[in-house]
């Protein structure tokens, strides 16, 4: 299967989406250019973290409007794999990939920690590996990760769903001091209503390594190798 | 030579201008006499960068001149953007620390972040591509308001340009002492790897080579800079605000891709980073190395605004920038580069055969110099030295003298109050706010003994770290100096390192001072001595003088960057306990040294005493017999004693990570020759806690490399307690209870400013 990991100018968790992938996986990657308008047939888009045009004038805003853009929606709007990670998630929000938008945290400070996240939903082409509520610990890092939308957004969300990630504590409970940012309902990862674009603020592809304190990421990018591939 | 006249409009050299310019009357003599006739404004602007500390290292270049520089492993020392050491498989390591001490006390956010910003060009410029950051930090006390600022919008800085870039900050220090009250030190490392055949320098060849401005855009900002950075900062300082760069990550960001595209390329020969006087220091020095001349038409600088005078363009500091000669013909194939990362490049000048530094604006010379006598025909000074003797009595006071408060009485008490005093409590307020884990490397980040990130495409890791206790190097500045070499070195080896390599980062006072120049040629004599005895040569450096407030100067603080190198990722060591029953064992003496330590500090608020020795032949079978246990798997953890001594780091081993917590059990009743409270608190060197299931082999293996080991105690992985007993008293601690006065103590005082406040109405705090 080939991944294709988009570099916009500031992105900078592309390299790490890539290794993931190639050294982790042992599947195919490739960067794709953000001017280019050509996904060089690509199976699965990631959208990789970074500060895109350095998040100057809102995050996302810019990067929403690269050429490469028009083609990774008219992949996702044809039921292709898209995998928005931190700022990838971010952008799209922005493109209107995915209900919400992403605002400064709460407590107005960047935020990089290793959180626990718990898995919702497990009937999704990104988490048909894990257990349901299961906790994972998984890196977080951003300045921007605290997710709204209106209240009756939120509730479809939770009807439908498509909040498939939860920041929780250590024995899987929703609390205020798991919430890093402020996430209303301590969302952290949310999906579309076709279950093919998955958004999210931490980052799986840190999470691929004992040696680098957790691997509970790998099983997000093998869940996309076994459904897509079948 | 050329015709060179002044230029209609430039202010005419008068000495008020000359002084204005930070040049002595002799300096001034001898540019004349280099010139033979009198300089323009021009001119006089590019020797005032070039002869200011900050460039020239004119009081500290004697004295550096006695540190070690070679190893078979140094590829490159001293003198170029960042040292270079092989680590085997055709891998190298760049490194470099910095310091931007003057402009973060004026402005803390745009000073560090501008000094995150100009130590990672010194790594990637060297071919590199940087793969973390580490800072050193000082600060006045937390209790003062505008400490709080000071500390805040550093971190802000710090985290807000590292993290957009994409490099992880890893490791550091933070240290609070009023010392630093009104001079906060700032520094900053980056640390790079590469395949050594990339490996680039800074020196301009090839006769008829371009030379392009590449990068950013050249504005007014940072005029002055280095000379800013060269003079003691005063009540005036505020107003030279505008001497203070402004950073942009993102643009440094694509400059990076860039750069490391540009080495790869072949298209050019040599690049450097526009930083401390912009175009002038890079040009000239780079025009220096390869022993050739220069040409440049400061009217082909692109630049932010019209109207700038070659004065401005040539000093402009404006960040982000940086200079390449190219190959000839290869001019077309630079800018395609830059443009793909939508940035400039502009061919400004040429490398001539000509032995000349020249200026132009269009047609008219408006400097030039014979050669390269512009950085060679810096006076060097070697000033007095003399020791103060104020200094010299508060060494002379013995500790022992100092009585017991009744609080003492109960250890627990003054662990607390220990494991909360800002340097040595829990800085995680400050490394949340940077990404310690993007690039995936990270192994262990922040909060460690030292960081240790893997090299991936081989099985090796390397360590870093930065550290340097300032207290020590003030009471005693030769063995300080020492201390500071010895405890990197101790810290790297923890994690299962060899110490390969140190950079430094010497932040003094005015070097005019008898007193300071004193500090300065001890201390770095200290290095010396500990550099050689272990092994690790000086790569490089920077020197920050002048670090002098109304208040006087800061403790002397030459912080040193270490590299160790892991040829095993399975070697490497976590420094807290980790499995239940394991002995705890102590390498190295007992000897009860409470001098310049954080205990007097802290609970007596004295700063006195001779600071602990340091043998360094001693430091070096420390850690040779450590590497050995740990590579013969005998080692579940390693921790260094420092700062608060045997104690602090017995609560650090059971409580530092979160995750998993131990209790222990201690029994020091042995030591009945020393004090209780020396037994616990003090500083001596030499010595690390280590964890093991196999005591014996690592007795054995101490015994053989002759380092003293004793079994102290046995991890209790869930009884939550500290139990520690003495010759005549006990501690009995709960892990809660130190748990919270370690990770509390700094959100704590940081949430005395308005929790929601924003960096502007911080601003205003300042302000008063």
């Known amino acids: ?230 | 030579m050329s015709q060179v006249d002044p230029r209609p409009g430039d202010p005419a050299i008068t000495p008020a201008l000359v002084a204005e310019h930070g040049l002595t009357a002799d300096e001034f003599d001898r540019l004349t006499h280099m010139l033979g006739r009198k300089p323009t404004f021009t001119e006089l602007g590019i020797v005032s960068a070039l002869w200011s500390e900050h460039c020239s290292y004119k009081h500290s270049r004697p004295v550096l001149k006695t540190l070690p520089t070679t190893a078979p492993y140094v590829l490159q020392g001293p003198g170029e953007n960042a040292g270079v050491i092989s680590i085997g498989d055709g891998i190298a390591v760049a490194f470099k620390i910095e310091s931007h001490n003057h402009p973060s006390a004026v402005e803390p956010y745009q000073g560090a972040a501008t000094g995150v910003g100009g130590i990672l060009r010194d790594v990637f410029t060297m071919g590199a591509r940087p793969i973390a950051m580490l800072n050193s930090l000082r600060f006045g006390s937390l209790d003062d308001a505008r400490v709080r600022y000071l500390f805040s919008g550093v971190v802000k800085g710090i985290g807000d340009y590292g993290n957009c870039v994409g490099i992880p900050t890893v490791a550091g220090e933070i240290v609070f002492d009023p010392a630093y009250e009104k001079n906060p030190l700032v520094n900053a490392m980056c640390v790079g790897v590469m395949h050594e055949e990339d490996l680039i320098r800074a020196k301009a060849e090839g006769v008829g080579n371009p030379i392009m401005a590449v990068g950013a855009r050249t504005g007014r900002d940072g005029i002055h800079g280095a000379s800013f950075a060269s003079e003691d900062l005063s009540e005036a300082s505020d107003a030279k605000r505008p001497r203070i760069q402004v950073g942009d990550p993102f643009t440094e960001k694509l400059l990076l891709e860039a750069s490391l595209e540009l080495i790869k390329s072949g298209h050019i020969v040599a690049i450097q980073d526009m930083g401390a006087a912009g175009l002038t220091s890079s040009s000239a020095e780079m025009a220096e190395r390869g022993d050739v001349g220069v040409t440049i038409d400061v009217t082909k600088v692109p630049t932010r605004e019209s109207g700038m005078t070659p004065y401005e363009i040539l000093l402009s500091e404006s960040q982000e920038r940086m200079l390449v000669v190219a190959k000839k013909g290869h001019e077309d194939a630079v800018r395609e580069i830059l443009t793909k990362w939508d940035l400039t490049a502009a061919v400004i000048g040429e490398v001539i055969s000509e032995p000349v530094y020249r200026v132009t604006e269009g047609v008219r010379v408006v400097a030039e110099f014979p050669g390269s006598r512009l950085v060679t025909d810096c006076p060097t000074y070697s000033p007095t030295a003399r020791e103060s003797a104020e200094i010299a009595d508060l060494r002379a006071v013995d500790p022992s003298s100092i009585p017991e408060l009744a609080e003492e009485r109960d250890h627990c008490w003054t662990l607390e109050r220990l494991l909360s005093a800002p340097s040595i409590a829990s800085k995680t307020w400050a490394y949340r706010q940077y990404d310690s884990t993007v690039r995936t490397n990270t192994v262990i980040g922040p909060g460690g003994d030292a960081a240790v990130l893997r090299v991936r495409g081989t099985n090796k890791a390397i360590a870093v770290k930065t550290d340097c206790n300032g207290r020590y190097v003030y009471l005693d500045p030769r063995v300080g100096g020492r201390i500071a070499v010895a405890e990197a070195a101790r810290n790297v080896a923890c994690t299962g390192a060899r110490p390969m390599a140190i950079t430094n980062c010497l932040n003094f006072g005015n070097p005019t001072r008898p007193e300071v120049f004193f500090q300065f040629k001890e201390a770095v004599a200290g290095m010396g001595e500990a550099c050689r005895a272990l092994g690790t040569p000086v790569t490089g450096g920077n020197v920050s003088l002048y670090n002098e407030s109304p208040l006087g100067a800061v403790y002397p603080t030459p912080v040193i960057g270490m590299v160790g190198l892991i040829d095993d990722i399975s070697h490497i060591t976590r420094a807290f306990f980790q499995h239940d029953g394991d002995t705890v064992l102590l390498l190295g003496e007992m000897s009860g040294e409470l001098g310049g330590s954080e205990y007097l500090a802290t609970i007596h608020g004295e700063v006195v005493g001779a600071p602990p020795s340091c043998d360094v032949e001693r430091e070096r079978a420390v850690i040779d017999a450590l590497l050995e246990s740990i590579q013969a798997g005998a080692i579940s953890s390693a921790h260094d004693c420092s700062d608060g001594g045997l104690a602090i780091t017995l609560a650090e081993c059971c409580i530092a990570n979160r995750d998993c917590e131990s209790g222990a059990e201690i029994d020091l009743s042995r030591f009945g020759n020393l004090a209780d409270r020396a037994i616990l608190f003090a500083e001596t060197q030499g010595r690390i806690v280590v964890s093991s299931n196999v005591p014996d082999r690592v007795m054995e293996i101490a015994t053989r490399h002759g380092v003293p080991c004793v079994l102290i105690g046995r991890v209790r992985r869930h009884s939550g307690m500290l139990e520690i007993t003495l010759p005549r008293s006990s501690v009995r601690a709960s892990l809660d209870r130190l748990r919270s006065a370690y990770h509390d103590a700094i959100p704590a005082i940081m949430s005395r400013t308005p929790e929601h406040a924003t960096f502007d109405e911080l601003s205003q705090v300042a302000a008063h």
């Open chain 1, 1 to 230: 299967m080939k991944f294709g990991i988009v570099t916009f100018p500031g992105s900078n968790c592309d390299y790490d989406a890539y290794h993931a992938v190639t050294d982790v996986l042992g599947e195919e990657a490739v960067y794709l250019w953000h001017k280019d308008h050509d996904l060089q047939g690509s199976d699965v888009i990631i959208l990789p973290g970074g500060f895109s045009y350095g998040d100057y004038l809102r995050v996302g805003a810019i990067a929403r409007f690269s050429p490469i853009m028009e083609e990774v929606a008219a992949h996702a709007k044809a039921g292709g794999p898209v995998l928005g990670i931190c700022n990838g998630f971010q952008i799209a929000c922005e493109a209107g990939l995915l209900p919400g938008a992403l605002l400064r945290n709460a407590h107005l400070q960047f935020v990089s920690d290793a959180v626990r996240i718990r898995v919702e939903n497990t009937e999704t082409m990104f988490t048909d590996l894990y257990e349901r509520g299961e906790v994972l610990r998984i890196p977080v890092a951003h300045g921007d990760g605290r997710f709204v939308a209106p209240e009756e957004t939120l509730d479809r969300l939770e009807s439908e769903g498509r909040v498939v990630f939860r920041y929780v504590d250590a024995a899987g409970n929703v609390t205020p001091s798991s919430n890093p940012n402020g996430s209303e309902r301590n969302i952290a990862g949310i999906i579309n209503d076709n279950g093919n674009v998955l958004g999210l603020m931490p980052h799986p592809e840190r999470a691929c390594s004992p040696l680098l304190g957790s691997s509970d990421g790998v099983r997000l990018l093998e869940s996309i190798l076994t459904k897509v591939a079948a």
